[in-house]
């Protein structure tokens, strides 16, 4: 079965700092992969997705995320924080190819205090 | 031009009423999903509608059916509310690949 885990649940981190938040999945096939940004009261925002090719994808607001297939790892990465990007952070995976309808499986969350 | 839009965004209710929530999208996609955000921010998948066609019904209480009367349109009711219905729901949409989902604001719903 398909599963995401997020091993840190919450990462607190100063303004201009670097950031890596982790994420492990459990997939047999090929999966598609997402990093969602969700706001305090707000809904979800896709930060970036990986489907094939470039093992390193280039998402929104100065965020990147590497697909690592032999450590089963997406993990998100930003070089310097903004005092913006406190929010909670999920990855999720979902069935690729022909097998997609599209579910996707969330991982816990982490949730990202930036210190001023 | 909201993509994705749920009425309402608050709902607060008694135990043992019956209660909709609705989902507009009018990105011109034809799949549109249902999750539950629970309260420690665990998101889950409930159900998901192609083309009007159910193609993901997740274990959900048969309390919660959801109605699709167009590709636009897919909307969620609940009957005989529980305390533990209490979470975010959010719907999303997708085209045809179902690679990206966009999701709405959330309903957050209250049960008393």
């Known amino acids: 079965a398909q599963s995401v885990t997020q091993p840190d649940i919450h990462i607190t981190v100063s303004e201009g700092a670097s950031l890596e938040l982790r994420c492990n999945y459990s997939?047999?096939?090929?999966?598609?992969l997402f990093w969602y940004v969700q706001s305090p009261g707000q809904g979800l925002q896709l930060l970036l997705k990986?489907?094939?090719?470039?093992?390193l994808v280039q998402g929104i607001k100065g965020f990147e995320a590497e697909f690592k297939r032999s450590q089963s790892s997406f993990n998100l990465r930003k070089p310097s924080v903004h005092w913006s990007d406190a929010a909670e952070y999920f990855c999720?995976?979902?069935?690729?190819?022909?097998?997609?309808?599209?579910?996707?499986?969330f991982g816990q969350g982490t949730t990202l205090q930036v210190k001023p | 031009d909201t993509a994705v839009s749920q009425t309402p965004k608050y709902l607060v209710t008694q135990m043992g009423n019956d209660k909709s929530i609705k989902c507009e999208q009018n990105l011109g996609h034809d799949t549109m999903y249902w999750y539950k955000q629970d309260s420690k921010k665990f998101l889950k998948i409930m159900f998901s509608?192609?083309?009007?066609?159910?193609?993901i019904n997740e274990t959900v209480p048969n309390r919660f059916s959801p109605k699709s009367p167009d590709k636009a349109h897919l909307n969620l009711h609940i009957n005989s509310l529980e305390l533990g219905d209490s979470a975010v729901y959010f719907c999303?949409?997708?085209?045809?690949?179902?690679?990206?989902?966009?999701f709405g604001p959330g309903t957050r719903l209250l049960v008393l």
């Open positions: 990986y489907f094939s090719g470039d093992t």
């Open positions: 999303a949409s997708t085209s045809r690949g179902r690679e990206t989902q966009y």
């Open positions: 999720a995976v979902a069935a690729g190819g022909s097998g997609n309808t599209g579910k996707l499986i």
């Open positions: 997939y047999g096939a090929t999966p598609y």
């Open positions: 509608y192609n083309n009007k066609e159910l193609i």
